[in-house]
């Protein structure tokens, strides 16, 4: 018995080795411990750093136009456009994390030409109210050929008409050689092809006043210095009453055509409405027509391309043979009916 109980741990040897091992396990458990607590502590100090780039990256970023860091492009240009992207951004309301070209974008589309609106020279004067032109820029011209939109001056082609050379020389005058805007109504052309315009002097705001046509619009001055007529034509009616308001003006005054015509003592509106003044008038550009050798004897010069008599006596459409025909102001018989546009006899 006493054998056994001395030989048992002689012979395992467990606890001999047991030390060695627990000891390499402690060591081996430490360095685990050790290399945690280094990784902890570098994790700690790249979070508590991280931000330092960004913020002093900013100023750095915005002249080259560089990504300031991070995989998201459009943050990376939002904070790379620095103090004159933020004025920029508070003007054109794009805010952070917009691309900084944006309001440059916005610039050039502003600086393009407007829908509409053509810049040309005058190279020719056909007649009061038709000129041909070159296109400089903006948009572009169905025909090099105006006419002019809302007007019409007295013929000198083919059949004179009165104060038709006056209206010629004032146009002339006005327009030969000079930089001019076009602008589209609703048409195109005419049925004769040529490109129906409002010719402005100066640049067209994109909403003008009745003081910016009165004064830059060369349709309205014709108008309004009494060279030519109104001639509305629908769909091209944008400015039509305002050129009614100026025809008014200048018969009134005796200006122009009006004069020659005894218009300053007509009455009416000067837009082809109904009354005894408006019969007046008539009667007084056909006398003038036949008198000064270029009208047709007889035939009343507000109804051109047909012959109808001036008043009296007062005639209506079941009194003509005659349909869909031109119609001029002051239309002494109102065969134009009530939509006035300048076509009468309406099929």
């Known amino acids: 018995m006493e054998t056994l109980a001395v030989r048992e741990p002689a012979s395992t040897g467990v606890p001999a080795r047991g030390r ?24 700690c100090g790249t979070a508590t750093h ?14 080259s136009g560089r990504e300031s860091g991070g995989t998201d492009g459009s943050q990376s240009l939002g904070a790379a456009t620095g103090a004159a992207s933020e004025n920029a951004e508070a003007s054109t309301g794009t805010g952070d994390g ?32 038709t000129i041909e032109v070159r296109p400089l820029a903006g948009a572009p011209l169905p025909a090099t050929r105006i006419r002019l939109i809302g007007v ?4 000198i082609h083919g059949r004179v008409e009165p104060y038709g050379f006056e209206a010629a020389r004032f146009t002339e005058h006005q327009l030969a050689g000079q930089q001019v805007w076009l602008e589209k109504d609703v048409s195109e052309t005419d049925r004769y092809g ?60 005796g200006r122009g055509l009006w004069g020659e015509t005894g218009g300053a003592s007509a009455g009416g509106s000067g837009s ?29 010069p507000a109804y051109p391309g047909v012959c109808i008599p001036p008043p009296p006596p007062d005639l209506d459409c079941g009194d003509l043979s005659y349909r869909n025909f031109r119609v001029l102001p002051p239309d002494p018989h109102r065969l134009d009916g009530r939509d006035r546009d300048g076509i009468g006899c309406e099929s």
């Open 50 to 63: 991280q931000p330092a780039p960004a913020e002093t990256g900013t100023p750095e970023v915005a002249p």
């Open 272 to 300: 082809g409405s109904a009354g005894s003044g408006g019969a007046r008038s008539g009667r007084a550009v056909a006398g003038a027509g036949s008198s000064g050798g270029g009208g047709r004897a007889g035939c009343d």
């Open 98 to 129: 917009k691309d900084p070209s944006a309001a440059g974008r916005v610039q050039s589309a502003a600086e393009q030409p407007r829908a509409g609106i053509t810049l040309a020279r005058v190279v020719q004067v056909v007649d009061g109210d």
């Open 194 to 253: 040529r490109a129906l315009r409002y010719v402005w002097l100066v640049e067209p705001p994109a909403d003008p006043a009745p003081a910016d046509v009165r004064q830059g619009m060369f349709n309205a001055i014709l108008v309004r210095e009494g060279y030519a007529q109104v001639a509305t034509y629908p769909p091209d009616v944008r400015y039509a009453d305002l050129l009614v308001e100026l025809q008014r003006e200048a018969r009134q005054a």
């Open 20 to 43: 060695p091992s627990r000891a390499i396990l402690r060591a081996v458990l430490l360095t685990v411990l050790v290399l945690a607590i280094a990784a902890s502590l570098a994790g």
């Open 152 to 155: 019409n001056t007295p013929e």
